[in-house]
């Protein structure tokens, strides 16, 4: 199973040429996440061919009016990865996030019931 995710930017899944265009311009104050690997829609495209299951998520400030699960659901089953939940959007308190209140508690509901879609069996971690 691949669970692929990536923030949305520019209303849709950021390619690295948005992403190198992001860490020249962030503000060192409220510096983003870790930019030094290759973006998602790069990892996707290189993707070899298989068979499996896959499920996608985003994150988002919460007026966004397009997103970046469709693409990953695309990219994924272009690979051969079908889809077995129903992409899941995470909004975040700022720029960069952190999650908004509430939005960790749905991404760990949402990793149980993709366990459950896969017949495993999870124990909840207290954090």
């Given at each position: 199973m691949i669970v692929a995710g990536a923030p949305v930017m520019a209303f849709g899944l950021p390619g690295d040429r948005a992403l190198a265009?992001?860490?020249k311009t962030a503000d060192t104050a409220q510096r983003p996440p870790d930019l030094s690997h290759p973006s998602l829609r790069t990892w996707l495209a290189g993707l070899p061919a298989g068979r499996g299951v896959a499920a996608a998520f985003e994150t988002r400030?919460?007026?966004s009016p397009r997103?970046?699960?469709?693409?990953i659901e695309?990219?994924?089953a272009k690979a051969g990865y079908r889809p077995i939940a129903k992409g899941q959007r995470f909004v975040v308190a700022g720029?960069?996030?952190?999650?908004r209140e509430g939005?960790?508690?749905?991404a760990r509901q949402w990793g149980r019931?993709?366990?459950?879609a896969l017949g495993v069996s999870v124990t909840p971690v207290m954090t």
């Open positions: 265009e992001l860490e400030i919460w007026w997103g970046a699960t469709g693409t695309r990219e994924l720029q960069y996030g952190p999650l939005e960790l508690d749905k019931e993709l366990a459950a």
